[in-house]
């Protein structure tokens, strides 16, 4: 019964909070995950571009086809910029909403 205790305190409030600082080479992560959020947005620039350039040869050759695949490309990329965009505050929000869950 003791461990079924314990373990039934440790569910309800394990005591774990997200605390800077506390690992070495942190600094270095966040420059390496802003580096890749970099490169996701300049990729999407390059994605809405190409897929701007088949939209318009699409819609121009009247292949239809090609021009559809040019507009789900074009929602593609500017979902990804939405969300590369939104990332921190997606992230921020739902922590913010799991720390109100008890």
């Known amino acids: 019964m003791i461990l079924a205790d314990t373990v039934r305190q ?3 409030d394990p005591g774990i909070a997200p605390a800077e600082g506390g690992l ?4 270095v992560l966040k420059t390496v995950v802003s580096s890749v959020n970099l490169f996701a947005v300049i990729a999407t620039v ?5 897929s701007g350039v088949v939209w318009a040869w699409g819609h121009h050759s009247g292949s239809h086809g090609a021009e559809a695949k040019g507009k789900q490309g ?6 990804c910029a939405l969300l590369l965009g939104a ?10 909403m799991g720390t109100q869950v008890h």
């Open 74 to 79: 074009a929602m593609v990329a500017a979902g």
């Open 24 to 27: 070495p080479g942190l600094s």
């Open 46 to 50: 390059g994605a809405l571009c190409v």
């Open 10 to 12: 440790l569910a309800f």
């Open 87 to 96: 990332a921190n505050g997606i992230v921020a929000f739902f922590s913010a």
